[in-house]
Structures are given as C-alpha cells and as structure tokens.
C-alpha cells in the first residue's frame, strides 16, 4: 500500500479521509500542484489506464477533501461515485430531473458579415459594390469579455454571463462563435485583425511548451481554414500579436489581411492559431464560421444555399462548466513534472451549439440545410438523427461533392466540416421534435469494441403543418471538379505521427510528425502546381485528423499495418525520448508491414476533396494533395497551375493534427511551396 497523502484544507483538516488505493497518485498530484485541496487534479493512471473521469466526463473542479467528513475509497469505482456525488463542475446542467432541453436555449439566427456584398435569392449580385472587384473591408475585433458589461457571453439562458474571448467588428457586437462572414466567390475580402486580449489569459496555457513568448498579452493570430491566401494572410503561427501589437512573432508582417476567395464554393472558418496556446485561445471563443459563395453555379442546385432561415451553420464544440457558468479547463497536466498544465486532450461534457448548451431550434416540416463544423478542442462526433431522418451530403469540408451522398450517420473529427441536407417533412406526421445526438468514444476511437454514451447535441422542433417545400436536391452537385488522379503525383511523401509517454506511465509527453520539432528545418517543400501523394503513417493509439494549409487533398486508401508495435519500434529506433529516430519507413519493411492489411474504406461522403482527414491509428492512410489551385474543368486556362499569388511569398504554410492539444504540443510542422 502507498503512503497516504497529508492533505489539508483551509478551514479544516480532513482528518478522517482514508485513502488507501488512490493516497498515493493523490500525494503525487496534490505535491505537483501545491494545492491545498483536490482543486483540479485528477488521478492518474490505474493498471495502465485512465480512468473515465480523467477525460473530463465528470470534469472535477473546485473540488475539496472537506466536502464530506468521512472517505474511504478502496477501488475506482467507489472513488468514480464519490467524484460524480460531489461534482461541482456541470452541476446545474447534470441536475438530476432536469430534462435536457427543457431550460434550453431558442437558438437565433448568426450574427453574420456579408463583407459590403450581398446577393439575391435569385443569384445575382446586389447591393452598392456590385461590380466592384476590389472586394469588401472589414475590421475584426477579437475581444476579452469580462463577468459585468456588453462583452460577457451567456452560454445558457439560465446560467450567468461569463468571461470569453470572441470576435466581433465591436467589442458590444462581438460573440461566441463570432459572426459568420459571407464571402463571394472571387471577390476579395480584407480584414484587419486586431488585439483587444488582456495583459493575462485567463485558462491554463502552459508557458512549458514551444509556446508564444510575449513580453506581456495574449498572443493570438487568425487561420483562415480552408482559404487558399498567400502566407502573409495565412496566420502562420509564429506571425502572432498582442495587443496594440507590444509584442509580435517572428513571422508576424501585418494585421491587414488579403482573402482573395478564388476558390470554388464551400465552407470555412477562421480561429486562433497561436504558437502553443490555440487550444485555449479557440476554447475561449476565438473562431468563427466564413462562406465562400457562387451564386449564379449554387442557384443552379436547387438547394438552400444563401444563408436566410434554411441555409444555417451550427459550431459544434464541446465544453464544461463551473456552477457560475465559467468555462473550465482543467488546469494540472497529466505529467505535471514535464508541462504542469498541458493536458493531451480536452472533453467537455456538455455540447454547445452556435454558443448555446444544448439549444433547441424551431424548423418548418421542409428541408434545411446545415452546415456542420466541428470546433472542439479533441472530441469526435458520430452525428445521428431520431426519429429515421438522415443525412444527404453536399459537400464534406470546403468542397461541393459530386454527387449528394445519404447516410443514417457520420463521424466528424475536429475541424472537419460536413454540409447536408436534412428533411423534416420525413419525420412522423406526429413528431414533434427530432434531436441531434453524438454517440463517438472520447478519446477516439478509444479501445476496440467502446461503446460510447449517446450524448444529445441539440434539438429541432418540428412545426406540425406540412408546406410547399421549392428546394430539391439534385442528383448531381458539382461534377466539374477535376478527378484524382494518382499518376499526376510528381512524388511521394511519408509522414510518420509518434506519441511520447513519459518513462514509467502511459502519459504522453508530446507528439512529432516525422520525429521532428516543430522549429526544426522545413522538409517539406512542394512545387506549385503539382500533386504529391502523401502516405501518412499513424504510430500511435489515437485517430489523428491532418489538416495541410493551402492544399486539398483526396484520400485514396487507408490501409493497417501489420505487426505494427515491432514497426514502431524500429521507426523509433533508438531516440524513444522524442526528437530524431530512425522514422525511416523503407528501411524498416513499410511494405511487408503493409502486405495484406485490412483496407478501410474511405466513407463515400468524404472521397470527393477535403482540408483534413482522419487517420486512424495503426494505418497508413494515402492522400493525393494538390499544391495547385481547384477550378473546374476548361477554367482556369494559361494560369498552369499558379496561385493568383506569390505562393512563395511570406512566411510559409504549415500541416498539422487538428486535435488542438496535439497541435499545441508540436504535432505540426512547417511547409514551403516552391517553384
Ligand atoms: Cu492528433
């Protein structure tokens, strides 16, 4: 048995807790943190695994040792239930009795920007710069929200005003997500972003990672996801501010950003991705939904597709919350010796939609189309619909696909974006409501054979009237797009993804692509206007959804490698502490570890062109990237392939795990296109 913790609270010993099992990982975390009470901590690994409760489905804080006179927990579950018995964090949500919904939110239409452009039902463009291609102007704040005043967010209706960081073209406009903006198809957009964040950030941001290092402020810098823009307006990490731009990154030129928007139609969104602390920034509030549109080719399709009642985006992201209504984030990493707060993955329990938890929205019996964004820090969503609706899919991240593609449900890892179509007129003529539920393990895709809980998303109420419905999906979306092809790959790359646990426990560390630091060189290098095939090669126990900038990419194959602990071992090679190994594919039989792996299918509503892909772990996971602009056929004639910009230019792009802790913690790399 391990010695038994001394733990002292502020008003009073708690002389009577036995802790027999758990006393000695409670020492070790309540030694780490220097806390007088269980404040945050979480128990570390039992038998090599983590408990439920360390990925934040209980989601413990302010939690105190002197909340109950007598302790005797002997075994996990017992201590899961006195967890769970004294849970301070969710309280109000988890209320025992409370129907989920019934003190919910009416979900209100998004705040959008239409970036001095708009256009009609009918297609054609309005309003007083039509014609004008020098595009629209805008000014973007990101803001600190404090507890009193214009800038707080209420994430519940019932819950108090809590402090965020949102964007908004006015601190008194600014929310959570922030506006949508609604950009046309070769109409450039400008935006100035600018840093109104306080001298402190008010989550854990751990200064222990290759962070930001400002002299004072919140760094932050805006990725436009899925934009095809030169570096300069890329928001390469480095290129981070704070405000009044007292401190900047190494790569930071300008807050005046250019979205030329010569891209094809399809779904964006912009975020915070500062150097080591995007996890936090975005779980502040810093991100937003952007549209490209072609109104005259998406009039054509005869689906909702200029925004209005029918056409929505919901931002999925999960979060948890204190009794006051604060967001929380666990603050003691799970290897506080090496980061005190970096912890491998963030999970709420409660979901947040377009910044409402768990809101409802009241629908006509027709069809609606969503646009669905993952924003969560790490939690994947496996989305279904009662009462037999499904899904028919019109485009998977910022690209129409070729043709609808229906499905009864569909997973949605961090940052990917699905846009379909849902027809309530399909549902019981008695039905009332239909809800959006999640049932996906966290993390993903955890041990084989989890069962995950379904969690519920949110709400539709169905009007009982039936009515006209004049949208119709067509069978074919956009069929123009040029069709991967692997011959056109001019060569192929291998990116190995490595976890790093600390000595003696199964707590990670950190995360490498190719067994390099982020800051290490650039080596990738792709040549404008060419397609590389890249086969990405996942050693670790979690699914990992890649994201390039700049390029779209279509997935080929995935396929499970064989004996993979013993291909690990040699791609490691020696350095198993993290920077260099051997990481050499070839040489440690890639193919024969390949030779009569289990193929994957690749789900037919993402094998049209995609920005991120989820690669599960154990498989190497082939994608056809383009480093060349997409445009229909017979378009784009004499440009050969360049960006209608210096791609050269600027700082570079980089690709990443979207799992934003992993990105956090250097699960990124740089890259340079050259010509
Ligand atoms: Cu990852």
């Known amino acids: 048995m391990t010695r038994c913790a001394t733990v002292t609270c502020r008003a009073k010993p708690c002389a009577s807790a036995s802790w027999t099992y758990w006393c000695g990982l409670v020492d070790r975390q309540v030694l780490a943190n220097k806390s007088s009470n269980m404040t945050q901590n979480m128990p570390a690994p039992v038998d090599g695994r983590l408990p439920h409760v360390y ?20 075994n996990i579950s017992s201590f899961v239930a006195f967890m769970r018995s004294h849970e301070k964090t969710n309280t109000w949500f988890h209320t025992p009795g409370t129907e989920l919904f019934g003190k919910s939110d009416d979900m209100d239409m998004c705040p959008c920007l239409r970036a001095r452009m708009a256009y009609s039902e009918g297609g ?7 014609g004008d291609r020098n595009g629209g102007t805008i000014s973007i704040d990101c803001a600190a929200s404090t507890m009193v005043g ?14 965020v960081f949102a964007f908004g073209t006015s601190k008194e406009t600014a929310t ?10 070769g109409v450039p957009t400008h935006i100035t972003w600018t840093n109104h964040l306080p001298p402190r950030h008010f989550l854990p941001w751990d200064r222990s ?32 501010f704070t405000s009044g731009f007292s401190s900047t990154g190494p790569h930071f030129s300008s807050p005046a950003y250019s979205y030329p928007n010569e891209q094809p139609p399809g779904n964006l969104w912009y975020h915070d991705h500062a150097m080591g602390l995007t996890r936090v920034n975005i779980l502040a509030g810093l991100l937003g939904a952007y549209r ?12 909702p597709s200029a925004g209005g009642e029918f056409d929505r985006n919901l931002v999925l992201f999960d979060r948890d919350f204190t009794r006051d209504g604060a967001l929380f984030m666990n603050a003691t990493g799970n290897n506080p010796t090496v980061h005190p707060q970096w912890q491998p993955e963030y999970f709420g329990s409660v ?3 377009n910044g409402k938890a768990w809101p409802f929205l009241r629908v006509r019996r027709r069809r609606y189309r969503f646009r669905i964004l993952n924003a969560s820090n790490a939690r994947f969503f496996k989305l279904s619909l009662s009462g037999g609706l499904r899904f028919v899919h019109v485009g998977s991240d910022s690209v129409y696909l070729a043709k609808p593609v229906a499905t009864d449900e569909f997973l949605l890892a961090p940052s990917e974006m699905a846009d379909v179509i849902v027809d309530f007129a399909q549902t019981a003529k008695t039905a009332e409501a239909v809800v959006l539920r999640s049932d996906a393990p966290a993390p993903y895709p955890g041990d084989p054979g989890e069962k995950a809980d379904t969690v519920a998303v949110m709400k539709f109420l169905v009007a009982r009237n039936p009515e006209h419905d004049p949208s119709a999906v067509p069978a ?45 060189p650039v080596t990738e290098t792709p040549r404008e206007g060419t397609s590389e095939l890249w086969e990405v090669i996942n050693l670790t126990d979690d699914n990992h959804p890649l994201h390039v900038h700049l390029a779209v990419f279509a997935a080929l194959e995935q396929r499970s490698l064989r004996s993979v602990d013993e291909f690990r071992e040699c791609m490691r090679g020696s350095a198993s502490g993290g920077a260099g190994g051997r990481n050499d594919a070839k040489a440690c039989g890639l193919a024969r570890h390949l030779a009569g792996g289990r193929r994957h299918a690749v789900p037919r509503q993402e094998r049209g062109l995609k920005n991120v892909f989820k690669v599960r772990p154990s498989t190497v996971t082939t994608l056809l990237v383009r480093f060349k602009p997409l445009e229909e056929e017979n378009e784009g004639k004499g440009r050969s392939g360049r960006f209608p910009f210096d791609v050269t230019a600027g700082p570079g792009y980089v690709y990443h795990c979207h799992i934003l802790d992993h990105e956090d913690n250097e699960m990124m790399r740089p890259m340079r296109i050259v010509r």
Request: proline fraction near 6%.
């Open 150 to 163: 214009l800038l707080s967010w209420k994430f519940h209706r019932d819950l108090p005003a809590t402090r």
């Open 209 to 240: 990672l290759a962070t930001a290092r400002p002299r004072t402020g919140v760094p932050t810098v805006v990725h436009l996801h899925g934009g095809v823009q030169q570096s300069t307006s890329d928001g390469h990490s480095m290129a981070w």
């Open 351 to 353: 979901v947040v939609v």
């Open 55 to 74: 990925f934040g489905h209980l989601a413990v804080t302010n939690y105190s040792l002197c909340t109950t006179t007598s302790l005797s927990m002997t």
């Open 476 to 520: 074919g979306l956009m069929t123009r797009y040029p069709r991967p092809d692997v011959r056109e790959a001019v060569r192929t790359r291998r990116i190995a993804m490595y976890e790093y646990t600390k000595k003696g426990t199964d707590e990670p560390t950190h995360l490498y692509l190719n067994g390099r630091a982020y800051t290490d």
């Open 176 to 185: 959570v997500p922030g506006p949508t903006i609604f950009a046309t198809r």
């Open 292 to 303: 490209v549109s072609d109104p005259a080719a998406e009039a054509k399709l005869g689906i």
């Open 124 to 130: 054609s463009l309005a309003d007083h710069t039509a």
